[in-house]
């Protein structure tokens, strides 16, 4: 199968740093470096012609890095370091392991109070939770290379997903053993955390993913858990009735996620 690789007239002229170049021409020939090892190989050769001081300073640096980066044990943290900087940033990391803890505590009140009639706790927060952690990714506040991050070309949809699913990966297990241990139905906790989770990405496509999981989660306890806890009634959001609407609304902030995949790669989406 054939690749069609980048011209030398717009490699040339990234290499140079020359400003006429269309901004949507640099982002393709940034995504498209990233996959590409023959078009990287012809970005260094001109690199060298265009900028041969950008190249000298490429290599003064690189010759004091290189022994350090290739040490046996630093290496394999560095590598393991790139690869979870794919999933993760650093600040999701305690904004997640706070997520896990009000799992627990909600599950060990379930367990605790064990009155007929009463809600779980671990029922009601599960949709809020992984927003939690979909907010902290995206934080301008929290994360210092934010700006950074989102610029980059593979900051889109691709990038999104991919921290979702770390939040996902943290919240769906913890609650799998809240479900469990509190004889909840998987359907009942798992619809509604998936759902919301998809609302967040979808209206964050218009908004911006912080904001979303912001407003989301405001009115989810507005709306559902202050009168739940209010009436200590089980509100229909969260009964085995309401699974349908919950598949639904999963369905259907999926397919704007879809539609609208290419308003992620806009820095607003991020915020």
């Not at 590598?79 to 505590?105: E, I, K, Y």
């Not at 979303?212 to 009634?233: E, G, M, N």
């Amino acid at each position: 199968m054939s690749v069609e690789h980048a011209s030398m007239r717009i490699i040339d002229g990234y290499a140079r740093g020359d400003t006429e170049l269309a901004a949507d021409q640099v982002w393709a020939l940034e995504a498209h470096l990233e996959a590409c090892e023959v078009c990287r190989d012809r970005l260094s050769a001109a690199v060298t012609a265009e900028a041969p001081a950008v190249a000298a300073l490429v290599e003064t640096v690189w010759s004091g890095l290189q022994a350090q980066l290739t040490a046996g044990p630093l290496r394999r943290r560095r590598r393991w370091s790139a690869w979870l900087a794919r999933w993760l940033t650093p600040t999701m990391v305690p904004w997640l392991a706070m997520v896990g803890s009000v799992t627990l505590l909600a599950l060990l009140f379930d367990l605790v109070d064990t009155a007929s009639g009463e809600v779980s706790l671990v029922l009601l927060l599960a949709p809020i939770l992984p927003v939690l952690g979909v907010a902290a990714s995206w934080s301008e506040g929290l994360d210092p290379s934010y700006e950074l991050t989102a610029s980059v070309p593979r900051a889109g949809l691709y990038l999104v997903l991919r921290r979702t699913a770390s939040a996902l990966a943290v919240v769906i297990p913890a609650l799998l053993v809240g479900g469990w241990a509190t004889g909840l139905m998987a359907a009942q906790w798992l619809l509604p955390c998936l759902a919301f989770t998809a609302t967040t990405l979808a209206l964050g496509s218009v908004v911006g993913v912080t904001r979303a999981a912001i407003v989301l989660a405001a009115v989810w306890a507005a709306v559902v858990v202050a009168p739940t806890l209010a009436t200590s009634r089980t509100s229909f959001a969260l009964q085995t009735d309401g699974l349908p609407v919950w598949g639904l609304i999963l369905v259907l902030s999926i397919g704007v996620v879809i539609a609208r995949r290419g308003a992620y790669s806009v820095l607003g989406a991020h915020q």
